[in-house]
């Protein structure tokens, strides 16, 4: 069975044109799937024979809602999804001034292993389709009845080490027939793979590179991210500088604040060294409090920021929205999988017991 979501649109034509049926019936499946129809059936202009004839090649990915959150503080929304073999997933629906923002999963799970991150533990079971990706902007529009402006690719997973289905939902999703939204509307977040940067750079994509520092010296770095002892501090400088020459965009450097960890004034000092060669903005996180985890939020944010100030970097502090909901990454995922007794990756129905 062909997962008929995740061709894009020149696939999905070639596709319909094998089974002997004019290009227009591309276009015309391709717009009722970016319109979240669950069923051929709804495609109500295709001739009935092509329909019982795609019946037997193809289907339609959509996921359950297993739990949904609303936030009572600022009406951020968190989505429990499972998908088709069972498995789940976390959306946030995030609402702002400027438009609403989703911020979406790429993997089921995550093996980049960052000791505060709540995706990390349990490890990667494995890579979303560009179609589970889409999904989980067309259905959380669709649920909330909320329009979606934004995208960014920071939930569960690592975009850059699921590159090629994540580069095939940018596109989809960015597509003119589909949902249309603008690459300058999409973030996408890294751990900081250099080759997925390097290649990324190359797409000359008008998106916004966010990347996860959390640390200007390896050691702490390191300590904090298991990728740092692969790519370190400066092979991830050279190529976020690489990027900016390559793309003239402006990466957005995460940086969440970890006490007695990453927020001495050093740090801050060393961090405004660092940026001098490749132009951004410094996201400030405060740390989201990870049950399975011994690290506590800075009380050094405000400081810390003025001292970057001082040094002419540009800084903000993120907002909180949802910790009510505990709408952090990871977050919903675990405690569902905690309840039900089971490890990541052990058993295809972790989240049935919900
Ligand atoms: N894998 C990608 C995208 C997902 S995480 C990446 O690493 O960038 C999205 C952001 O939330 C990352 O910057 C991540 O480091 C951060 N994050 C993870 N756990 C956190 C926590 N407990 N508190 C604050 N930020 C956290």
């Known amino acids: 069975?062909?997962?008929?979501?995740?061709?894009?649109?020149?696939?999905?034509?070639?596709?319909?044109?094998?089974?002997?049926?004019?290009?227009f019936r591309g276009k015309q499946i391709f717009q009722w799937l970016h319109r979240g129809v669950t069923s051929l059936?709804?495609?109500?202009?295709?001739?009935?024979?092509?329909?019982?004839?795609?019946?037997?090649?193809?289907?339609?990915?959509?996921p359950q809602v297993v739990r949904k959150q609303v936030s009572q503080q600022d009406g951020t929304m968190k989505y429990l999804w499972r998908l088709a073999d069972g498995h789940c997933?976390?959306?946030?629906?995030?609402?702002?001034?400027?438009?609403?923002?989703?911020?979406?999963?790429s993997q089921v799970g995550c093996r980049m292993g960052c000791t505060f991150c709540a995706s990390a533990l349990g490890g990667k079971v494995r890579d979303l389709t560009p179609g589970e990706m889409l999904d989980q902007?067309?259905?959380?529009?669709?649920?909330?009845?909320?329009?979606?402006?934004?995208?960014?690719?920071?939930?569960?997973?690592?975009?850059?080490?699921?590159?090629?289905?994540?580069?095939?939902?940018?596109?989809?999703?960015?597509?003119?027939?589909?949902?249309?939204?603008g690459m300058r509307h999409i973030s996408l977040s890294t751990c900081g793979l250099v080759t997925g940067i390097d290649r990324l750079a190359e797409e000359q994509l008008q998106l916004t590179l966010s990347i996860s520092l959390h640390a200007p010296d390896d050691e702490t770095?390191?300590?904090?991210?298991?990728?740092?002892?692969?790519d370190n501090v400066e092979a991830l400088m050279a190529a976020c500088r690489r990027y900016f020459q390559k793309t003239g965009r402006r990466i957005s450097y995460e940086y969440a604040m970890i006490d007695g960890v990453n927020d001495t004034a050093e740090q801050a000092d060393l961090l405004a060294k660092l940026l001098r060669g490749a132009p951004g903005h410094v996201n400030l996180i405060p740390l989201n409090h990870v049950d399975e985890s011994s690290f506590a939020p800075s009380r050094?944010?405000?400081?810390?920021?003025?001292?970057?100030?001082?040094?002419g970097v540009a800084v903000t502090v993120r907002r909180r929205l949802g910790s009510d909901i505990d709408a952090s990454c990871g977050?919903?995922?675990?405690?569902?999988?905690?309840?039900?007794?089971?490890?990541a990756g052990q058993d295809r129905r972790e989240c049935d017991a919900i």
Request: glycine letters at 4%; hydrophobic letters at 40%; a neutral charge.
């Open 1 to 23: 069975m062909t997962d008929i979501k995740s061709l894009s649109r020149e696939e999905l034509t070639q596709f319909i044109q094998e089974l002997g049926q004019p290009a």
């Open 89 to 105: 997933i976390e959306t946030v629906l995030m609402k702002y001034r400027h438009g609403n923002s989703v911020c979406i999963s």
């Open 41 to 62: 059936d709804e495609m109500t202009d295709l001739p009935k024979a092509l329909r019982e004839a795609l019946q037997e090649k193809v289907f339609i990915s959509a």
């Open 221 to 230: 770095r390191s300590k904090l991210m298991p990728i740092n002892r692969a």
């Open 137 to 181: 902007v067309l259905f959380t529009q669709i649920d909330s009845g909320e329009p979606i402006s934004n995208i960014v690719l920071m939930g569960i997973g690592e975009p850059l080490d699921n590159y090629d289905n994540v580069m095939k939902f940018l596109k989809l999703v960015n597509h003119p027939e589909g949902m249309d939204i």
């Open 331 to 343: 977050q919903l995922r675990r405690k569902a999988m905690a309840k039900d007794g089971v490890a």
């Open 300 to 311: 050094r944010v405000a400081a810390f920021q003025k001292r970057l100030e001082k040094q």
